[in-house]
């Protein structure tokens, strides 16, 4: 069986440590580096090109939120996890837009956290119960109304789940046997259609609309 190369970046030392102990004593995971800082960690990922890393967002210099912009614009087979001891509504919001394909609680890290890399590993997001309230949440505070799934065609529907499921433009492209500019351009339609912004607005309207299944769900 293929292990699932991860990358820890967290500045705690006693951190790293559990984490690598914690998923080292599973048989489908390899922690295969560990960086103490955002930018150690952006120079790690481009080395090492993992299957999975597990970000912190709190460190000094380069947070985990600029670093995750960063290895997502590097457009590798690699998918982010944040891992945090908050659920602030507008903490997840910046990791999602910043590209993060998952969102996880560091009080439930020994329960969920093989589930969530996993789920990332097979191409899909992580979002838990808690998150995703707080999306839903935030969605029903808005006063504008949303058009529904049937105002997008197949490939535009299409393109948003692979986006809000965390594949880059390239990958979905590799998916649906087209370009990234042409995955690009539906997910610019799709966006008008639905009145959505960023990446955060397409994984709630997907979690709302039923295209994305929560990570518990998985």
Do not use: W
Not at 67 to 76: D, E, G, N
Not at 101 to 115: F, P, Q
Not at 124 to 148: C, I, K, M, N
């Amino acid at each position: 069986m293929k292990k699932i190369r991860v990358l820890l970046i967290d500045d705690h030392n006693v951190v790293r440590a559990g984490l690598r102990a914690l998923l080292e004593s599973t048989g489908p995971i390899e922690v295969v580096g560990e960086a103490s800082s955002g930018e150690e960690g952006v120079a790690e990922a481009t080395r090492l090109e993992p299957d999975v890393v597990i970000m912190d967002l709190a460190m000094p210099g380069m947070d985990g939120i600029r670093a995750t912009r960063q290895i997502t614009a590097l457009h590798l087979d690699t998918r982010v996890l944040v891992l945090t001891v908050h659920d602030e509504e507008d903490q997840l919001a910046r990791a999602l837009d910043a590209g993060a394909a998952g969102y996880l609680n560091k009080s439930v890290a020994d329960t969920d956290l093989i589930v969530a890399i996993e789920a990332l590993a097979r191409g899909h997001s992580y979002l838990p119960r808690r998150a995703a309230a707080l999306l839903a949440r935030r969605q029903r505070s808005r006063v504008r109304e949303t058009p529904g799934l049937d105002a997008l065609s197949a490939r535009e529907r299409t393109a948003v789940e692979l986006c809000a499921s965390g594949f880059t433009a390239r990958e979905a492209a590799e998916r649906m046997v087209v370009s990234p500019k042409t995955v690009e351009g539906y997910l610019a339609r799709a966006r008008r259609k639905l009145g959505l912004t960023g990446r955060t607005d397409i994984v709630r309207f997907a979690l709302e609309s039923g295209l994305l299944r929560r990570g518990e769900e998985e």
